[in-house]
């Protein structure tokens, strides 16, 4: 037991303080883990975030584990921060006799961390340093949205001024080639395909901005890749494209906004008959993901043959208005991700350069809202 509250006011004042300059996620938590296990004199402790609904993972790794949000949420309510019985069986094995304290961690309305340690002390630090945390987590959320704002009208302005010049100078060049009957025509399809050009990265844009929520119902999700590829195969003919697929005897339908799902495959399959262009394949495979003997979700695999991406350019694949393409905004796999987050499902790319890609989508069964 500690003399007086001296020292953990001193460690809680010069932990504040140094969470305070974290600009990460990882640090905050990590960080505050320490804190909470200097104030408990303990060396047990883990962090736990979630990775998709009511699944957690330890640390950094991936090992995940089932623990229902309302059990949490319930600690954060009653505020006692004491493992229950009930969380205590659905935890490791290997951390049920080394944790007996929980600090759920509240972010946008929904607990998105939580820390898990030891500690015999009673002390009122615990619930002032969980609305901490969840102030300093929201804050570095808005200060992420913000950065993403910038990109993005950094890389719409870039966008529409390369075709802005192109109209400028020929209307400049106008007034003394005006005679010139095949200037004029040049002319004139010059800047209709630009303006065109202009118009489709506006409704990208939209498209991007767009915060509706998906219209659930339920999907057939091998029905609206085979009616996407149906949409495609006279392009696909032209160009020598062989399609293969590789379906589940007996596939779950899952909730999800039919018409966004076919967008998003849209979006995959055109991607990758520009990379293929003329003789190649395309093989589309569905699996299940389990947890037991129980369906968590859908797997979409989707491999060409085309010309892959270099690794230095993976890393931006899905950041808004990054292209490689000599047309096209480099808003398509932004989108796409932003609606299987809609869908509460992830969104995977591995390319080998010069050899192909595959995109991984995966979408959960029970993501009904």
């Known amino acids: 037991m500690y003399k007086d509250n001296d020292e953990v006011l001193s460690l809680l004042t010069d932990g504040i303080a140094g969470l305070m300059s974290l600009d990460t996620e990882d640090k905050v938590l990590g960080n505050a883990l320490n804190l909470c296990m200097a104030i408990s004199k303990t060396s047990s402790g883990c962090v736990i975030s979630q990775t ?7 640390n950094e790794t991936h090992h995940n584990i089932y623990i229902p ?3 949490i949420s319930n600690v954060f309510r009653e505020g006692t921060f004491h493992i229950n019985h009930e969380m205590t069986c659905l935890l490791p094995p290997e951390l049920r006799g080394t944790v007996n304290t929980v600090i759920p961690i509240n972010v946008d309305g929904a607990i998105h961390a939580a820390l898990l340690f030891h500690n015999d002390n009673n002390t009122r ?15 570095l959320n808005i200060l992420k949205e913000i950065e993403g704002m910038k990109i993005t009208a950094a890389g719409l302005a870039h966008e529409i001024r390369n075709p802005l010049v192109s109209i400028k100078t020929l209307a ?9 009957q095949e200037f004029r025509y040049q002319f004139t399809n010059i800047a209709i395909n630009e303006i065109d050009r202009i118009n489709n990265i506006v409704s990208d844009l939209l498209d991007f901005t767009k915060t509706s929520e998906p219209n659930f ?3 057939d999700i091998q029905t609206v890749i085979d009616e996407v590829l149906s949409l495609l195969s006279a392009r ?14 007996q596939a779950p339908a899952i909730y999800g906004d039919s018409a966004q799902l076919k967008q998003i495959f849209l979006n995959i399959f055109l991607n990758s008959h520009e990379a293929i262009q003329k003789g190649g394949r395309i093989s589309v ?10 369906i968590k979700k859908i797997i979409i695999k989707i491999t060409d043959t085309g010309s892959g991406i270099e690794k230095d350019t993976m890393q931006h694949v899905f950041e808004p208005f990054f292209t490689t393409k000599d047309k096209g905004t480099g ?4 989108i796409c991700k932003r609606m299987i987050s809609n869908h509460r499902g992830n969104i995977f790319l591995d390319s080998i350069d010069k050899q192909g890609t595959t995109v991984t989508v995966e979408l959960p069964v029970n993501n009904a809202t």
């Open 172 to 180: 400049q060049l106008l007034p003394e080639r005006y005679d010139d």
């Open 285 to 294: 495979d569905l699996t299940i993901g389990k947890d037991g003997d129980e």
């Open 125 to 139: 630090a615990f619930p002032l340093l969980s609305l901490f945390l969840s102030s300093v987590l929201s804050r």
């Open 331 to 334: 808003l398509g796999l932004s």
């Open 236 to 249: 696909f003919e032209e160009c020598g494209i062989l399609i293969s697929r590789n379906y589940l005897a």
């Open 52 to 58: 998709e609904e009511d699944m957690w993972k330890i």
């Open 69 to 71: 949000s309302d059990l």
């Open 217 to 219: 119902t339920l999907v």
